[in-house]
T-cell receptor
Framework: AQRVTQPEKLLSVFKGAPVELKCNYS??????LFWYVQYSRQRLQLLLR??SRESIKGFTADLNKGETSFHLKKPFAQEEDSAMYYC??????????????FGKGTLLTVNP | NAGVMQNPRHLVRRRGQEARLRCSPM?????VYWYRQLPEEGLKFMVY????????ESGMPKERFSAEFPKEGPSILRIQQVVRGDSAAYFC?????????????FGQGTRLTVV
């Protein structure tokens, strides 16, 4: 069975500092990895997915199959980045894209 | 488009009662997914439905839980004879299709508390 681990429950940085939210996964096949974000009092929304290899709001994430990691990074954090971040995995069989397994989430706080 | 609408936002039930959670997908979306988030845990997939059909219920508990998505009206997640362990946030998501480029949009969730 697949598993997603986000080792940090809380992460606090200062505005302008680099930020890295860690995500490790375990899955025997070739999964698809996602990052979701939930801003205060808002819905969970897709931030980025590894297959698109794009940068959203300055965030990037690289899938490292050797280390089974998909860490989320941003070089200069902004106060509006404060939110709960969830890493998620889809087994990828048939490109279903719905049977996601989520990590427990990391609450990022960016201080002024 | 108002987005995925879930109601109620908060639901309190006594042990043994029934809980009904409703989800109205986004306009044009015929695929609905339910997830459960237990306290201090990540979201876990429960069931995937299309109109009038259950496609994948591999994440649903075997007893007391059922889901439907009728031709007309919202999708319903029904929990019979609730127990304290059912207390969780239940999220619904919808998409226009499935596939590698499809994004599922989430509702704000229903927080069920069993007392």
């Amino acid at each position: 069975a697949q598993r997603v681990t986000q080792p940090e429950k809380l992460l606090s940085v200062f505005k302008g500092a680099p930020v890295e939210l860690k995500c490790n996964y375990s899955y025997s096949g070739s999964p698809e990895l996602f990052w979701y974000v939930q801003y205060s009092r808002q819905r969970l929304q897709l931030l980025l997915r590894h297959i698109s290899r794009e940068s959203i709001k300055g965030f990037t994430a690289d899938l490292n199959k050797g280390e089974t990691s998909f860490h989320l990074k941003k070089p200069f954090a902004q106060e509006e980045d404060s939110a709960m971040y969830y890493c998620a995995l889809d087994p990828g069989s048939g490109g279903s894209n719905y049977k996601l397994t989520f990590g427990k989430g990391t609450l990022l706080t960016v201080n002024p | 488009n108002a987005g995925v609408m879930q109601n109620p936002r908060h639901l309190v039930r006594r042990r043994g009662q029934e809980a009904r959670l409703r989800c109205s997908p986004m306009k044009g979306h015929s695929h609905v997914y339910w997830y459960r988030q237990l306290p201090e845990e990540g979201l876990k997939f429960m069931v995937y439905l299309q109109k009038e059909n259950i496609i994948d219920e591999s994440g649903m508990p075997k007893e007391r839980f059922s889901a439907e998505f009728p031709k007309e009206g919202p999708s319903i997640l029904r929990i019979q004879q609730v127990v304290r362990g059912d207390s969780a946030a239940y999220f619904c998501a919808s998409s226009p299709s499935t596939g590698i480029d499809t994004e599922a949009f989430f509702g704000q969730g229903t927080r069920l508390t069993v007392v």
